[in-house]
């Protein structure tokens, strides 16, 4: 987003409208271009832009480069000193060059829900944080995006609003199996089933039968099932207002044994199956024992469950599904992600208005709002227990740009999207809510000391500021020959 450190803004295109064409993200990666190519007068073509940072974190590590762009792609990696021309030129010195985030668990609620969020805020936010390429769940919007034409319907409402690439995944619903293939051809990730009350009722749960009929149907077409992991008959009502109340109310053996549960059915039917928001450290065995069986299943957790613990908890803007635990529970799931049971770390920014956020933990809206904090905030906690700034960008960016497709995002290499962070990974800065890009000032971070600031950011190449028109891309799955 637009600050000191940006490089100056390019005029914006006109707004998009609809479906992008070109190359498709998940496409095969193009060969480079030779560095420089010889013009009809003999002098080289230039770049685009020369991103310079003694602190390039591409493929193979961390180091001094000079990364070249052109025509919205990566098209060489030189030393940092090279002299090569390039119409555009920034040197961020000691400020780190990052890939652009891909966060594949964000809630945008348009249409329908839009005072929740929307396109407009939510892609804001994510270039704000560093996260250039989103992917939507398909509830809390309006319709729910369980059939093609809902579809159609939440990628018109995105259309020439988003200030970063989104995608969007599909939901497994009740009665729906006939609209799974369909949805898939029609290029979302894959499709998002809850094993528990999902909290709004056009989107039911999905029964022992219901869940393996959808998980059988995927299968067919190698798709994706991607599941909210609590099991129902240990959840409970809160006995009272209080978090530890709540906390009590949603055991860690809830998300264990629906997790078992997803596997014994990926197991059964080769499923590509991923367990959404892990907060139990309970599920790490199972998980582990599964992919060492060859079962065809991962897992992510969020930042909230990495850097805030119960005691910590203070408000209903803390308050989500599963909940946030113990500090024991926390430190667990830090070696589950480092032992790579737990792939990735997205954001599951689920917001919604402060006069649902109510001082009731058995009634308040249950979503944390931290798109725009991820990066900051998993990296503060990071580098306290000795993880480096390349361990952190394959967590939030090329592990969740595999797991939905995308080989041309999450990475900085030669033929990949130009998408791109300065980082100032030193830099504190105090959270203001208010602040914040999204629409609504609640976060559990308020006023919290992170460490970590996003100086500049990039899409394909060019800068993302306000306000500027957004030229951000509606992705799609391409579809299997």
């Known amino acids: 987003m637009s600050n000191p450190a940006s490089p100056p803004p390019v005029p914006a295109p006109a707004s ?73 030129r920034v040197d961020l010195g000691e400020v780190c060059l990052l890939p652009g985030l891909v966060d594949t668990h964000v809630h945008v609620n348009e249409p329908g829900r839009t005072e929740w969020e929307g396109f407009a805020t939510a892609t804001r936010a994510a270039a704000a944080g560093g996260v250039t390429t989103i992917v939507d769940m398909p509830l809390n919007s309006l319709p729910p995006t369980v059939g093609v034409d809902a579809l159609a319907v939440k990628r018109a409402a995105a259309a020439g609003k988003c200030a970063v690439d989104v995608g969007f995944w599909g939901g497994a619903v009740p009665g729906n ?35 393996r009929a959808a998980m059988r149907e995927i299968a067919s077409f190698d798709g994706l099932m991607v599941v909210h992991a609590e099991d129902p008959e240990l959840l409970t009502e809160p006995t009272g207002p209080t978090y530890r109340q709540f906390l009590d109310s949603r055991p860690g053996e809830s998300e264990r044994r629906a997790v078992e549960r997803v596997i014994a059915v990926a197991r059964e039917f080769g499923t590509r199956a991923h367990v959404l928001h892990v907060s139990s450290a309970s599920c790490l065995e199972p998980l582990e024992a599964a992919r060492r069986d060859g079962v065809r299943i991962t897992a992510e957790t969020c930042p909230h469950y990495l850097t805030i613990t119960a005691a910590q908890v203070s408000g209903p803007e803390f308050k989500c599904c599963p909940p946030i635990r113990d500090p024991g529970n926390r430190d667990e799931l830090w070696q589950g992600l480092a032992a790579g049971v737990l792939s990735c770390v997205v954001s599951d920014h689920s917001p919604s208005t402060p006069d649902l956020k109510v001082p009731d933990f058995a009634a308040a809206w249950g979503g944390v709002s931290s798109l725009q904090l991820g990066l900051p905030a998993v990296w503060t906690e990071a580098r306290s227990r000795g993880h480096g700034l390349a361990r952190v960008t394959e967590w939030m960016a090329a592990r969740p740009a595999a797991l939905a497709g995308l080989p041309a995002k999450g990475r900085i290499a030669v033929g990949a999207d130009a998408d791109l962070v300065a980082f100032d990974d030193t830099a504190p800065f105090t959270v203001d809510a208010g602040s914040l890009r999204h629409r609504n000032p609640i976060t559990p971070y308020h006023g919290r000391t992170l460490t970590g600031v996003v100086r500049a950011t990039w899409l394909r190449g060019r800068p993302v500021t306000d306000p500027a028109p957004p030229f951000g891309e509606l992705l799609a799955r391409p579809v299997n020959p």
């Open 16 to 88: 998009m409208e609809g479906w992008t064409g070109g190359r498709a993200p998940s496409d095969p990666v193009p060969a480079p271009e030779p560095v420089a190519v010889m013009g009809r007068e003999g002098g080289a073509v230039p770049f685009d832009l020369v991103v310079r940072s003694r602190r390039v974190f591409a493929e193979g590590g961390e180091r001094a480069l000079a990364v070249g762009v052109r025509d919205g792609a990566i098209a060489a990696l030189l030393p940092y000193d090279d002299p090569v021309p390039a119409r555009e």
């Open 177 to 211: 199996v006939p609209a799974l293939r369909p949805l898939h051809e029609a290029g979302v990730f894959g499709f998002k089933c809850f094993l528990s009350p999902s909290g709004v009722e056009e989107f039911p749960l999905l029964e022992e039968d219901g869940f």
